[in-house]
């Protein structure tokens, strides 16, 4: 299973840009990226998966270089209601195995 | 479409007594997990069942917890004996099929505390 690293916390504003990057060095042919969201008492939600160059949908971006050692989700002028933990998960043919996560937090 | 149901919300037992969790997955998936989420970490994958057949138990403590999943739908987590180290979140997922890259819908969870 390719291993993720990606910063414990981050703080922001609302209205900013956040950029979350997530490395996995060791990552496979067959691995696709996938990021999670976690809101308190509430169970991960899917956010959005790629596997190279970018993908964009109505909730983030996510950026995958050519080498595909680290990917970066990006999340457009960020709210309060975005608080969370985001979780960068490499899957191939296996179940997904989450790790700590980026805990987000936005403030007014 | 409704999402993934679990029960009870929060749960609050003493070590050694026995708990169940109940889990009602969004309707025609096929694969059911139940993930433990302790404070602070991610969740782990304790089972997968695909239909009402087990695809992945490695990571589940097989001498206290067992799961099922009757006629394939909906499934239960027990937890017998109960150890402190089990208090967590307990998460159950679905997904359509169960094949590779496919998003999963996770419950809300229900919080254990083992006094």
């Known amino acids: 299973l390719a291993k993720t690293t990606q910063p414990i916390s981050m703080d922001s504003y609302e209205g900013q840009e956040v950029n979350i990057t997530c490395s996995h060095n060791?990552?496979?042919?067959?691995?696709?990226i996938t990021w999670y969201q976690q809101f308190p008492s509430q169970g991960p939600r899917f956010i959005i998966q790629g596997y190279k160059t970018k993908v964009t949908n109505e909730v983030a971006s996510l950026f995958i270089p050519a080498d595909r050692k680290s990917s970066t989700l990006s999340l457009p002028r960020v709210s309060l209601s975005d608080t969370a933990v985001y979780y960068c998960l490499v899957e191939g043919y296996s179940t997904l195995t989450f790790g700590k996560g980026t805990m987000l937090l936005v403030s007014p | 479409e409704a999402g993934v149901a679990q029960s009870p919300r929060y749960k609050i037992i003493e070590k050694r007594q026995s708990v169940a969790f109940w889990c009602n997955p969004i309707?025609?998936?096929?694969?059911l997990y139940w993930y433990q989420q302790i404070l602070g970490q991610g969740p782990k994958l304790l089972i997968q069942f695909q239909n009402n057949g087990v695809v992945d138990d490695s990571q589940l403590p097989k001498d206290r917890f067992s799961a099922e999943r009757l006629k394939g739908v909906d499934s239960t987590l027990k937890i017998q004996p109960a150890k402190l180290e089990d208090s967590a979140v307990y998460l159950c997922?679905?997904?359509?099929?169960?094949?590779?890259?496919?998003?999963?819908?996770f419950g809300s969870g229900t919080q254990l505390s083992v006094l």
């Open positions: 060791n990552i496979a042919t067959n691995d696709y």
């Open positions: 997922a679905s997904s359509l099929k169960g094949t590779a890259y496919e998003k999963l819908f």
């Open positions: 309707s025609g998936h096929a694969t």
